[in-house]
Protein backbone atom coordinates (compact mmCIF):
# COMPACT_ATOMS: atom_id res chain seq x y z
CA UNK A 1 0.00 0.00 0.00
CA UNK A 2 1.74 3.23 -0.96
CA UNK A 3 -0.38 6.05 0.38
CA UNK A 4 1.04 9.34 1.08
CA UNK A 5 -1.06 12.79 2.62
CA UNK A 6 -0.80 16.34 2.50
CA UNK A 7 -3.05 18.28 4.33
CA UNK A 8 -3.91 21.97 3.72
CA UNK A 9 -6.13 24.62 4.97
CA UNK A 10 -8.04 25.51 2.03
CA UNK A 11 -9.42 28.98 3.95
CA UNK A 12 -5.56 30.25 4.30
CA UNK A 13 -4.24 28.44 1.27
CA UNK A 14 -1.40 26.73 3.52
CA UNK A 15 0.21 23.31 3.45
CA UNK A 16 0.30 21.58 6.81
CA UNK A 17 3.63 20.46 8.15
CA UNK A 18 4.76 17.04 6.79
CA UNK A 19 4.39 14.03 9.70
CA UNK A 20 6.86 11.19 9.14
CA UNK A 21 6.85 10.62 5.38
CA UNK A 22 4.07 12.09 3.78
CA UNK A 23 1.95 9.95 6.80
CA UNK A 24 -0.36 11.39 9.39
CA UNK A 25 -1.52 10.85 13.32
CA UNK A 26 -5.12 10.50 13.13
CA UNK A 27 -8.00 12.39 11.96
CA UNK A 28 -6.66 16.17 11.38
CA UNK A 29 -9.05 17.28 14.07
CA UNK A 30 -8.09 18.97 17.88
CA UNK A 31 -11.29 16.70 19.54
CA UNK A 32 -10.06 15.16 22.22
CA UNK A 33 -12.97 12.76 21.92
CA UNK A 34 -12.22 8.89 21.47
CA UNK A 35 -13.96 7.04 18.84
CA UNK A 36 -15.50 3.76 19.91
CA UNK A 37 -13.81 0.85 18.08
CA UNK A 38 -16.38 -0.61 15.26
CA UNK A 39 -17.31 -3.96 14.68
CA UNK A 40 -16.77 -4.56 10.68
CA UNK A 41 -13.99 -1.52 10.19
CA UNK A 42 -10.94 -0.07 11.45
CA UNK A 43 -11.64 3.87 13.23
CA UNK A 44 -8.82 6.62 13.04
CA UNK A 45 -8.98 8.52 16.31
CA UNK A 46 -8.96 12.21 16.22
CA UNK A 47 -4.84 13.78 16.47
CA UNK A 48 -6.18 15.90 19.00
CA UNK A 49 -7.19 12.79 21.51
CA UNK A 50 -3.40 11.29 20.58
CA UNK A 51 -1.90 14.09 21.28
CA UNK A 52 -3.43 14.58 24.68
CA UNK A 53 -1.58 11.17 25.47
CA UNK A 54 1.01 11.78 24.32
CA UNK A 55 1.59 15.28 25.57
CA UNK A 56 0.89 14.23 29.07
CA UNK A 57 3.85 11.72 29.05
CA UNK A 58 6.10 14.63 27.38
CA UNK A 59 6.59 13.00 24.37
CA UNK A 60 6.26 16.07 21.68
CA UNK A 61 8.02 15.70 18.92
CA UNK A 62 8.88 18.70 16.74
CA UNK A 63 6.69 17.12 13.88
CA UNK A 64 4.03 16.66 16.43
CA UNK A 65 4.11 19.92 18.18
CA UNK A 66 4.44 21.98 14.68
CA UNK A 67 1.29 19.66 13.62
CA UNK A 68 -0.43 20.43 16.73
CA UNK A 69 0.14 24.33 16.29
CA UNK A 70 -0.97 24.04 12.68
CA UNK A 71 -4.53 22.86 13.85
CA UNK A 72 -4.85 24.86 16.72
CA UNK A 73 -3.98 28.37 14.33
CA UNK A 74 -6.59 26.58 11.79
CA UNK A 75 -9.05 25.71 13.87
CA UNK A 76 -12.61 26.28 12.53
CA UNK A 77 -11.14 26.69 8.72
CA UNK A 78 -11.92 23.97 6.16
CA UNK A 79 -9.00 21.46 6.60
CA UNK A 80 -8.53 19.16 3.51
CA UNK A 81 -6.44 16.15 3.09
CA UNK A 82 -5.33 14.61 0.02
CA UNK A 83 -4.31 11.43 -0.41
CA UNK A 84 -1.98 10.53 -3.29
CA UNK A 85 -2.82 7.61 -5.59
CA UNK A 86 -6.93 8.12 -4.95
CA UNK A 87 -8.72 10.29 -7.29
CA UNK A 88 -9.09 12.56 -4.75
CA UNK A 89 -9.19 16.10 -6.61
CA UNK A 90 -8.04 19.29 -4.91
CA UNK A 91 -10.95 22.15 -3.84
CA UNK A 92 -10.95 24.27 -6.52
CA UNK A 93 -9.52 27.55 -4.44
CA UNK A 94 -6.10 25.57 -4.00
CA UNK A 95 -5.95 24.40 -7.80
CA UNK A 96 -6.75 27.80 -8.89
CA UNK A 97 -3.52 28.77 -6.57
CA UNK A 98 -1.49 26.45 -7.59
CA UNK A 99 -2.18 27.34 -11.22
CA UNK A 100 -1.14 30.67 -10.78
CA UNK A 101 1.88 30.17 -8.47
CA UNK A 102 3.30 26.47 -9.13
CA UNK A 103 3.40 25.97 -5.54
CA UNK A 104 1.43 26.07 -2.02
CA UNK A 105 3.22 27.95 1.26
CA UNK A 106 3.88 25.66 4.17
CA UNK A 107 3.68 26.25 7.73
CA UNK A 108 6.57 26.01 9.60
CA UNK A 109 7.19 26.94 13.11
CA UNK A 110 10.56 28.29 14.64
CA UNK A 111 12.22 25.10 16.52
CA UNK A 112 13.06 27.60 19.53
CA UNK A 113 12.06 25.61 22.98
CA UNK A 114 12.87 22.61 21.48
CA UNK A 115 16.24 20.60 22.23
CA UNK A 116 17.96 17.82 20.59
CA UNK A 117 17.97 14.20 21.82
CA UNK A 118 16.17 11.38 22.97
CA UNK A 119 13.03 10.03 24.98
CA UNK A 120 13.88 8.33 28.20
CA UNK A 121 11.82 6.39 30.40
CA UNK A 122 12.98 5.03 33.46
CA UNK A 123 11.08 2.91 35.89
CA UNK A 124 13.23 1.15 39.05
CA UNK A 125 16.36 -0.48 37.35
CA UNK A 126 14.67 -0.66 34.28
CA UNK A 127 15.16 1.87 31.03
CA UNK A 128 13.94 2.75 28.07
CA UNK A 129 15.11 5.51 25.89
CA UNK A 130 14.22 6.14 21.89
CA UNK A 131 16.78 5.08 19.12
CA UNK A 132 17.87 8.17 17.26
CA UNK A 133 18.40 12.23 18.49
CA UNK A 134 15.74 14.66 17.13
CA UNK A 135 14.16 17.52 18.22
CA UNK A 136 11.46 17.20 21.47
CA UNK A 137 9.89 20.23 23.12
CA UNK A 138 12.45 20.62 25.71
CA UNK A 139 9.91 19.98 28.70
CA UNK A 140 10.81 19.64 32.71
CA UNK A 141 11.66 15.93 33.96
CA UNK A 142 8.63 14.25 35.61
CA UNK A 143 7.26 11.11 36.91
CA UNK A 144 4.11 10.45 35.26
CA UNK A 145 1.07 10.44 37.42
CA UNK A 146 -1.80 7.74 37.54
CA UNK A 147 -4.01 9.76 35.19
CA UNK A 148 -1.22 9.91 32.91
CA UNK A 149 -0.46 6.93 32.46
CA UNK A 150 -4.73 5.63 32.16
CA UNK A 151 -5.28 8.59 29.54
CA UNK A 152 -1.98 7.07 27.71
CA UNK A 153 -3.61 3.60 27.75
CA UNK A 154 -6.67 4.71 26.72
CA UNK A 155 -5.46 6.83 24.38
CA UNK A 156 -3.09 5.27 22.64
CA UNK A 157 -2.10 1.64 23.52
CA UNK A 158 -5.43 0.35 22.43
CA UNK A 159 -6.04 2.42 19.27
CA UNK A 160 -1.94 1.74 18.30
CA UNK A 161 -2.70 -1.52 16.85
CA UNK A 162 -4.34 -0.48 14.14
CA UNK A 163 -1.40 1.68 12.77
CA UNK A 164 -3.87 3.53 10.84
CA UNK A 165 -3.09 6.33 13.54
CA UNK A 166 0.43 6.45 13.06
CA UNK A 167 0.79 6.12 9.27
CA UNK A 168 4.39 6.62 8.29
CA UNK A 169 5.76 7.96 11.09
CA UNK A 170 9.15 7.72 12.48
CA UNK A 171 11.59 7.89 15.27
CA UNK A 172 9.55 8.07 18.52
CA UNK A 173 6.33 7.84 17.05
CA UNK A 174 6.99 4.80 14.92
CA UNK A 175 4.01 1.93 15.70
CA UNK A 176 6.58 -0.61 14.50
CA UNK A 177 9.83 1.35 16.92
CA UNK A 178 10.18 3.29 19.88
CA UNK A 179 6.47 3.98 19.93
CA UNK A 180 5.83 0.50 19.88
CA UNK A 181 8.54 -0.30 22.77
CA UNK A 182 7.26 2.81 24.88
CA UNK A 183 3.63 1.00 24.75
CA UNK A 184 4.77 -1.54 26.22
CA UNK A 185 7.52 -0.14 28.86
CA UNK A 186 4.40 1.76 30.22
CA UNK A 187 1.73 -1.42 30.42
CA UNK A 188 4.76 -3.43 32.22
CA UNK A 189 6.09 -0.95 34.78
CA UNK A 190 2.30 1.10 34.93
CA UNK A 191 2.10 0.66 38.48
CA UNK A 192 5.34 0.24 39.80
CA UNK A 193 6.59 1.53 43.12
CA UNK A 194 8.30 4.90 42.49
CA UNK A 195 6.40 5.18 38.52
CA UNK A 196 8.15 5.76 35.67
CA UNK A 197 10.14 8.97 35.25
CA UNK A 198 10.20 10.57 31.95
CA UNK A 199 13.16 12.98 30.64
CA UNK A 200 14.50 13.99 26.84
CA UNK A 201 18.15 13.24 27.49
CA UNK A 202 21.33 14.38 25.10
ZN1 LIG B 1 -6.47 28.59 7.94
Known amino acids: MSISTTIYCVDCILEAPEIGDQGFIGMPSLDE ?5 HKDYDVLQNFGSIYRALSDINLVTYELESFHRF ?13 EGNDDPWPDKLNDYYSEHLEIPEYKISDEGFVNGRF ?18 SLEKKILSKADIKNFKKRISKVYEWAGNFF ?10 DLGKIVTFIDEFGKIKGGITVQITK
Open 33 to 37: KIVPK
Open 168 to 177: CTFGALDPYG
Open 71 to 83: LKEHEGHSIHQSF
Open 120 to 137: ELSAGENTLVTSDEELFL
